[in-house]
């Protein structure tokens, strides 16, 4: 305003990073009057003042990996020290969320001309995974990003578009991408087959006769014996079955006594 034929204020503020800069009437810096010690301090409406917390990566507010909605206000007491790939000239609160587990996010900031993006390094530009403006949905310059997350830090960026900041509304959602096993396993009404017949207490018969196995059998018949009685070789003394006419069955009386009658006539050496 004209004052005495003179503009009044002569001199006005303005922040330029984290300095404070003196601007003449004619709109040009003259001198840098004060520096604000980051994080504790930022650089608004020209003058320094006490940051707000997650102002910078040096002081994030922490997230947990669960379904919320964050609310908040960018503007005052925060600085503009970080850029998304797709923009975020204007002041900016910086997220962490620690990740246990690999999940799936999706965020969504409404509110103002919001930007958001999502680094796995906080301070690096170049590790960003996911950068939004003015995303359909939500509409209404909002923004939104969806992206997968590894264990580990992910910090998540609620910037604005330009100098203008205000509320904001975040929505964040996970999913997991591995779900715990409960180790029971799934009922499709098809049993396993696993090559091995199920046990049901009934002996199957195939309908073939047992192989002659030259041992004893249950029944207390030798399965030799019905072949007649043993007599030995002209050339040695291995004892074998005299061919008989008929084919009688056999009691263990008289398996016992051709037994011993063929160790009379052939004795072990």
């Known amino acids: 305003m004209c004052v005495n034929g003179g503009c009044e204020p002569r001199e006005t503020r303005v922040c330029i990073g984290a300095e404070v800069w003196s601007k003449n009437t004619c709109g040009r810096e003259v001198a840098a009057l004060q520096t604000c010690v980051g994080p504790s301090e930022v650089c608004a409406s020209g003058r320094c003042r006490p940051a707000d917390f997650g102002n910078s990566c040096a002081d994030p507010v922490a997230l947990l990996a669960q379904d919320q909605v964050v609310t908040g206000t960018v503007g005052v007491g925060l600085s503009n020290e970080y850029e998304g790939s797709c923009g975020g000239g204007g002041p900016e609160r910086v997220f962490v969320i620690d990740v246990d587990r690999p999940v799936q996010l999706s965020a969504i900031s409404e509110g103002y001309d919001t930007v958001l993006y999502l680094r796995s390094s906080c301070s690096l530009g170049s590790s960003e995974r996911a950068c939004s403006d003015d995303e359909e949905p939500p509409g209404g310059r909002g923004s939104a990003i969806d992206v997968r997350l590894l264990p580990g830090p992910a910090y998540l960026f609620v910037d604005a578009y330009r100098a203008l900041s205000g509320e904001y ?91 011993l009658f063929g160790l009379r006539r052939c004795p072990w050496r």
């Open 169 to 259: 509304t975040l929505t964040l959602q996970f999913t997991d991408l591995n779900p715990p096993d409960a180790g029971v396993p799934v009922d499709t009404g098809v049993p396993l087959d696993t090559g091995v017949p199920p046990d049901t207490g009934v002996t199957l018969d195939a309908g073939v006769p047992p192989m002659d196995s030259g041992v004893l059998l249950d029944s207390g018949v030798h399965a030799d014996a019905a072949q007649g009685p043993l007599e030995p070789k002209k050339d040695g003394c291995m004892c074998v079955a005299r061919p008989s006419q008929s084919t009688p069955t056999a009691s263990l009386g008289l398996f016992a006594a051709l037994f």
